[in-house]
């Protein structure tokens, strides 16, 4: 079965730190650029980040850029995404996928990836 599993979310207090991870399988991860989305309460599915298959280009949104940092081990088939100087916006269920951009999974040969996200819960 292709299978995405998040783990890392939690509650933590404005201002502090989160380390999210996604353990690919089912796939050949290395060959796959990947991506985070995330869904905050009552809205739509939003992209956030994003890293081609070697990890040498990494992308970001306007509202996690200087504040996020993504990463992979490929010899891990893991996606990282650490979170530093989290709000309280960004409260939500967190998602990878394959693909660097969009909101869903890119297919691969044996389907599209499964994953039912990590959730983040910024509250003081």
């Known amino acids: 079965e292709v299978q995405l599993v998040e783990s890392g979310g939690g509650l933590v207090q404005p201002g502090g730190s989160l380390r999210l991870s996604c353990a690919a399988s089912?796939?050949?991860?290395?060959?796959?650029?990947m991506k985070w989305v995330r869904q905050a309460p009552g809205k739509g599915l939003e992209w956030i980040s994003g890293i081609n298959r070697g990890g040498s280009s990494t992308y970001y949104d306007d509202s996690v850029k200087g504040r996020f940092t993504i990463s992979r081990d490929n010899a891990k088939n893991t996606l990282y995404l650490q979170m530093n100087s989290l709000r309280t916006e960004d409260t939500g269920l967190y998602y990878c996928?394959?693909?660097?951009?969009?909101?869903?999974?890119?297919?691969?040969?044996?389907?599209?990836?499964r994953s039912q996200g990590t959730q983040v819960t910024v509250s003081s």
């Open positions: 996928a394959t693909g660097w951009f969009g909101t869903t999974s890119d297919p691969t040969p044996l389907g599209r990836p």
């Open positions: 089912g796939f050949t991860f290395s060959r796959y650029d």
